[in-house]
């Protein structure tokens, strides 16, 4: 069966995360992505955070899978015409360096679409025009800038990052979404066109419930926030819900630090709740029976939950919250997910071959299309594809030997 974007052709410039988690997704659905990295160093994460001396990092082959691996030093006049040629033979040109790195190369958006008309080139940058469009952006800075750390944590505490990488491959995901949209409108303009995402605008798109009660709070305090004050700003509200369905992370047997199980309050669960807990009663308690009782006392409802759940494990606890259709999810830890039966046997954690490192697990592809199955194959050796690439572009042997004692690739 083919691929969603087989015959899409990908020139892949992206590093570090938020741009690699774009291509790789464009490659687990198909796409020929190529990436292109610098004679002898490569994408830097090769060597971040490495595990195993003188082999590629983690952080380097869990982002580039499925890719194919070319070097080019774009500071030659060989690399830059080498780079003109792969660029009038691809569909999407995708990259994340600062501002003006490419036009400075000597091809701004205007000089690639004069090359290839039908080019779509899709950039990531930390910021949008304006005051913060040439400042550096990590994955923290966007997350501190679009709105996500001032409301993560409890309220006693300081503003606190979250470990799922919402500035990175958040932005990632968002660019996919416009490249994809770009290749549709071009089959029926027959134009490439600028695809541009920036991580302060992808983290914003993902806080965009905390703007709604920002302005809610303009009306008053917000009732399902556990906060018993409010000032100006939506507040860090630890782990409530904040949403229409009052929700906490209670904590389990035997203690450990992730011994915890998040739970749902839904107004036809607190009768099986009560039950499940030994407090029938309270089913029908004026002073419990309703949402809006139990609005302002949602920490002592918790409590009583709590008191419950300390006798078992999260495990148990799912198990019968879920038999009686109360929404709730445990606490997984990363060794608990990495180890997890059931995402293994789903394709959400893969075991992938290297050919230097052996085996490593990975994330699968999130997106399940039914005509267009991913395989999850491995990342590509820095430059492992040079002769390949280029040699369907044309180069022969020879004049590869000479681009290689050159310096070029």
């Given at each position: 069966m083919g691929k969603a974007l087989e015959g899409v052709r990908v020139l892949d410039?992206?590093?570090?995360?938020?741009?690699?988690?774009?291509?790789?997704?464009?490659?687990?659905?198909?796409?020929?992505?190529?990436?292109?990295?610098?004679?002898?160093?490569?994408?830097?994460?090769?060597?971040?955070?490495?595990?195993?001396?003188?082999?590629?990092?983690?952080?380097?082959?869990?982002?580039?899978?499925?890719?194919?691996?070319?070097?080019?030093?774009?500071?030659?006049?060989?690399?830059?015409?080498?780079?003109?040629?792969?660029?009038?033979n691809t569909d999407v040109l995708v990259e994340n360096f600062g501002p003006g790195v490419i036009d400075r190369f000597g091809f701004p958006w205007e000089r690639l679409a004069e090359i290839n008309p039908g080019l779509v080139y899709a950039s990531i940058k930390g910021f949008g025009p304006g005051r913060y469009a040439d400042f550096k952006a990590y994955e923290v800075i966007?997350?501190?800038?679009?709105?996500?750390?001032?409301?993560?944590?409890?309220?006693?505490?300081?503003?606190?990052?979250?470990?799922?990488?919402?500035?990175?491959?958040?932005?990632?995901?968002?660019?996919?979404?416009?490249?994809?949209?770009?290749?549709?409108?071009?089959?029926?303009?027959?134009?490439?066109?600028?695809?541009?995402?920036?991580?302060?605008?992808?983290?914003?798109?993902?806080?965009?419930?905390?703007?709604?009660?920002?302005?809610?709070?303009?009306?008053?305090?917000?009732?399902?926030?556990?906060?018993?004050?409010?000032?100006?700003?939506?507040?860090?509200?630890?782990?409530?819900?904040?949403?229409?369905?009052?929700?906490?992370?209670?904590?389990?047997?035997?203690?450990?630090?992730?011994?915890?199980?998040?739970?749902?309050?839904?107004?036809?669960?607190?009768?099986?709740?009560?039950?499940?807990?030994?407090?029938?009663?309270?089913?029908?308690?004026?002073?419990?029976?309703?949402?809006?009782v139990r609005l302002s006392k949602l920490d002592k409802a918790f409590a009583l939950i709590e008191d419950w759940t300390l006798k078992h494990t999260k495990w148990e606890v799912m198990d019968e919250l879920n038999a009686h259709n109360v929404p709730c999810g445990p606490i997984l830890s990363t060794k608990e997910l990495i180890e997890d039966e059931t995402l293994a046997a789903i394709g959400s954690v893969v075991e992938v071959p290297h050919p230097q490192r052996g085996s490593f697990k990975t994330v699968g592809c999130p997106i399940k299309l039914s005509d267009s199955p991913v395989d999850i194959g491995t990342s590509p050796l820095l430059g492992e594809h040079n002769d390949e690439v280029l040699g369907a572009l044309g180069y022969s042997p020879e004049q590869l030997g000479e681009l290689r004692t050159a310096g070029v690739i």
């Open positions: 410039m992206t590093h570090v995360q938020s741009g690699p988690s774009s291509t790789q997704l464009l490659a687990w659905l198909g796409a020929d992505v190529v990436k292109l990295e610098t004679p002898g160093r490569g994408d830097i994460t090769r060597g971040q955070l490495r595990d195993i001396p003188g082999v590629d990092s983690l952080y380097f082959t869990m982002l580039n899978a499925n890719k194919r691996s070319i070097t080019l030093n774009m500071k030659s006049e060989q690399g830059k015409e080498v780079f003109t040629r792969l660029v009038e966007a997350q501190a800038m679009g709105g996500s750390m001032s409301t993560t944590g409890f309220e006693e505490g300081p503003p606190t990052a979250t470990g799922a990488q919402i500035g990175d491959s958040g932005t990632g995901i968002h660019l996919v979404a416009g490249i994809l949209a770009a290749l549709y409108q071009r089959t029926s303009t027959g134009r490439g066109q600028r695809v541009q995402v920036a991580m302060q605008d992808a983290v914003l798109n993902l806080c965009r419930v905390k703007l709604r009660d920002q302005q809610r709070l303009t009306r008053g305090p917000l009732g399902e926030y556990p906060n018993e004050s409010f000032g100006e700003d939506v507040p860090r509200s630890g782990n409530a819900s904040g949403g229409g369905q009052p929700g906490w992370a209670v904590r389990c047997a035997p203690g450990g630090p992730n011994d915890y199980i998040y739970v749902i309050i839904q107004p036809v669960g607190w009768k099986p709740i009560t039950e499940l807990i030994g407090r029938p009663e309270l089913a029908d308690d004026p002073e419990w029976a309703t949402p809006e």
